[in-house]
C-alpha cells in the first residue's frame, strides 16, 4: 500500500516528501511519532523470511529494536484482527530458537494516534504450527 511503501522509504532515506499523497500524510505522521516516542532502533526494513524445516516463506515488514528488546512489527491500518497474532507468529518463529517480541502497529489515516499491540500469548505459536501441519496435509491429499 501507499503507507507502507512511503515508511520504507523514510527509513531508508529515501523519501521525496513531495511524492506522498495527502490521504497518506496523517499516517505516515504517526510512523515518525512512534519512531520518536518508542526509540525505535530498525534492525531490518522488508526483511524475506524462510522457515528452515517446515519451508514457509514471509515478508517482515520491519525487525527492530525496542526498549532493548528485538521484535517484529507488523505495519497495518486502524483495524485490528486477532489473526494477525497468528501471523506474526509465524514470522517469529522462522528465528527460532531465539524468541522475538511481536508487535502490531495500526497507523491511522484520520488523525488519531498510532496503536503498538504486543502480541504475548504463548498459544499463538501452537495454532500458527497447527495450521501448517494442516495445509501440508492438505497438500499431501490434493485438497486445495
Known sequence: ??????????????????????????????????????????????????????????????????????GIVDIKGIYRAEWQAIQLAGYAECFSPRRLARWTLHLPSDGTSYRLIEHSQKGDRGVWLAACTIAAWKVRNGIT
Open 1 to 70: 500500500t501507499a503507507v507502507h511503501a512511503a515508511t520504507q522509504y523514510l527509513d531508508e532515506g529515501a523519501l521525496d516528501e513531495d511524492s506522498v499523497h495527502e490521504a497518506v500524510r496523517p499516517s505516515l505522521a504517526e510512523y515518525r511519532r512512534f519512531l520518536t516516542e518508542m526509540d525505535v532502533v530498525i534492525l531490518a526494513i522488508e526483511e524475506e523470511v524462510t522457515h528452515p524445516t517446515l519451508g514457509y516463506r514471509g515478508r517482515l515488514d520491519r525487525r527492530v529494536r525496542i526498549n532493548g528488546r528485538e
